[in-house]
């Protein structure tokens, strides 16, 4: 499966000049800074240093940007740990359980556990796609609308999971979130519910929306405290024995790691739905085959572990559509497409039959950013954990400022900052009245993805249901999906039968 006559001439490229590795650490403090500021992005930063490219080779160029996007996946678990802000829509779950052991006082292992799973996350990844770049490449070629609209079900049935207190309301907000990422123009072309602002033609801004629900109603809500972190000085320490305390703790969950790190890739494989999608189906699935599910949400590691493991091999998972087939599973491998034309480089089958020495030394050297990753990161965590000591009464406005900055930056208009403001009140009167925020997080982030692939479906199919039957990958996963919602409920049966079976044989004896 590997080409050893590439593999040969992606050693000679590495190990020919130390150029291309000096651009690594600063590309991964790059990405680290911006994934962990709200309101940036990954692929912003991307496309900010896309430019300062040009002077670099191609090779070079590569390594820059891949660190950088390598950098910010683990950036943006920062702020959805310390701030419940996700940093990007591929950090959503690290918020779930990553902010509760914030508040809890536990932002020091929280932290060590994402570091931890990011790093094998990215291992991951990257050498799952350096031993099967070119059989994924060929599975990818057969992908089609509705394998898409089952891996973004798969995402939505999250909702269901996250009931919190009252399984009714968690199922109305993931509705509510469904309907509105219907506004604006539809796939088929028919405008809805844009209340004739032109605003709203594009549908309402993710990622304000999103820092607007989890982050701005949250710091409305705990506005009269003095700091993130309850409890005294003690507590907000920045400790670096607990951080390794956290390292410890998520390599406890070797299970939940490797699955996360499997599923990211698979997810992220499928252009189009990428890191956003694979690590909710990470973490429903880690706690779906939790032993104590009502945990999760409550500050459970193996959640922070589950997301950012999948986030972070996802990034391998997107350069299999790059090379294989020169097409962008998300923004920040559109931004590496047009470093690949800054450089007269054409991605596709092409480039894997051509240059197939250069996509491996790519994939080799992110391997190596991995390791990178985790010495670099344990290095950063104490300067950024640090937000944890900074008073509230500054912090609050500190942080919604950055956000509506950002939100302006992204949209380019007031869109953004009124999204923002409209989305805080609306999540600060979701959390009031106990409706769950992440459903509603939910169904406006896949809403509108799962109702374009279901259109392309129903266009290619003719609206033949028998043709799912006709598609063996489709049928594959939707018999997955299946097994993966009743399954555990078919084993805890079996287990409560056994159990009682065994009392029932005891009071016998």
């Known amino acids: 499966m590997i080409d050893l006559a590439d593999l040969s001439g992606a050693f000679a490229l590495l190990g020919s000049s130390w150029t291309p590795w000096l651009v690594v650490i600063p590309g991964l403090m790059i990405g680290l800074i911006f994934g962990c500021i709200p309101g940036l992005q990954t692929s912003m930063a991307m496309a900010v240093f896309l430019p300062a490219t040009l002077t670099m080779d191609f090779l070079t160029a590569m390594l820059f940007l891949t660190a950088i996007f390598t950098g910010g996946q683990f950036g943006g678990g920062v702020s959805a740990i310390l701030m419940n802000i996700p940093g990007t829509s591929s950090a959503v779950a690290t ?11 536990r932002h020091n292992e929280a932290l060590g556990v994402a ?6 996350g990215t291992l991951t990844g990257y050498f799952i796609l350096l031993v ?3 059989p994924l490449s060929t599975i990818v070629l057969k992908l089609g609308p509705t394998e898409m609209f089952v891996v973004i079900l798969w995402g939505l049935t999250l909702i269901a999971t996250l009931k919190g207190k009252h399984l009714s309301r968690s199922l109305l907000a993931g509705v509510f979130g469904l309907l509105i990422g219907t506004i604006g123009m539809s796939p088929n072309g028919v405008m809805r519910g844009t209340l004739g602002s032109a605003y709203l033609i594009d549908g309402i801004a993710v990622v304000p929306a999103m820092i607007g629900m989890f982050a701005a109603s949250e710091l409305f809500s705990i506005s009269g405290n003095a700091y993130l972190v309850k409890g005294g000085a003690a507590g907000r320490r920045v400790s670096f024995r607990r951080v390794i305390d956290g390292l410890k703790l998520g390599l406890k969950s070797p299970s939940t790691l490797l699955r996360g790190g499997i599923i990211g890739v698979l997810v992220g494989a499928v252009p189009g739905v990428g890191s956003s999608v694979a690590n909710l189906v990470s973490y429903s699935e880690a706690r779906r ?19 950012e493991s999948a986030n972070s091999s996802s990034e391998g998972g997107s350069m299999v559509s790059l090379f294989a087939l020169g097409i962008p599973g998300g923004a920040g491998t559109a931004i590496l497409l047009a470093a690949f034309t800054m450089h007269n480089i054409t991605g596709g089958p092409g480039f894997l039959r051509d240059q197939g020495d250069v996509a491996y030394a790519v994939i080799m050297a992110n391997l190596v950013q991995g390791f990178l990753l ?5 290095l950063m965590i104490q300067l950024l954990a640090a937000i944890v000591k900074v008073p509230l009464r500054y912090l609050i406005p500190g942080v919604l400022a950055m956000s509506a900055f950002g939100s302006y930056g992204l949209t380019g208009n007031m869109a953004g900052p009124i999204t923002l403001l409209v989305f805080a009140m609306f999540g600060w009167a979701l959390r009031r009245y106990d409706y769950s925020i992440p459903a509603a997080v939910i169904g406006l982030l896949l809403g509108s993805m799962a109702e374009g692939e279901l259109l392309r479906s129903y266009q290619i199919s003719g609206g033949r249901i028998e043709y799912v039957f006709e598609r063996p990958i489709t049928f594959l996963l939707l018999a997955l999906l299946i097994l993966s919602l009743w399954l555990p409920r078919l084993m805890e049966r079996l287990r409560r039968k056994a159990a009682g079976r065994s009392d029932a044989a005891e009071d016998i004896a």
């Open 374 to 378: 985790f010495f670099v990161g344990l």
């Open 95 to 105: 918020t779930f359980d990553g902010y509760p052991m914030s508040r809890q006082g």
């Open 115 to 120: 570091l931890i799973a990011s790093t094998i």
């Open 132 to 134: 099967l770049i070119q």
């Open 289 to 307: 085959r939790s032993k104590d599910p009502s945990s999760f949400g409550q500050g459970n590691p193996n959640g922070v572990a589950a997301s």
